[in-house]
């Protein structure tokens, strides 16, 4: 999944929370933070992605230049 599949799914959060604040309280994080990471300026951290149904993973890919 991508940063921005992620930002998209935050945007449905707050959507069906219908407005930012009540989505940022069911998250339990505060409301600049849910902006700044609907915003790009933050990655989010393992309670939010928790709380998405989410996990961080990394991934290693070939680049196809050896």
């Given at each position: 999944m991508?940063?921005?599949?992620?930002?998209?799914?935050?945007?449905?959060?707050?959507r069906k929370a219908g407005s930012q604040v009540a989505a940022a309280a069911r998250l339990g994080i505060s409301d600049a933070y849910l902006s700044d990471l609907r915003r790009g300026k933050r990655q989010p951290g393992p309670k939010v992605l928790a709380a998405l149904g989410l996990a961080r993973r990394d991934v290693y890919e070939k680049d196809g230049k050896r």
């Open positions: 991508t940063d921005e599949q992620v930002r998209k799914l935050l945007d449905e959060a707050v």
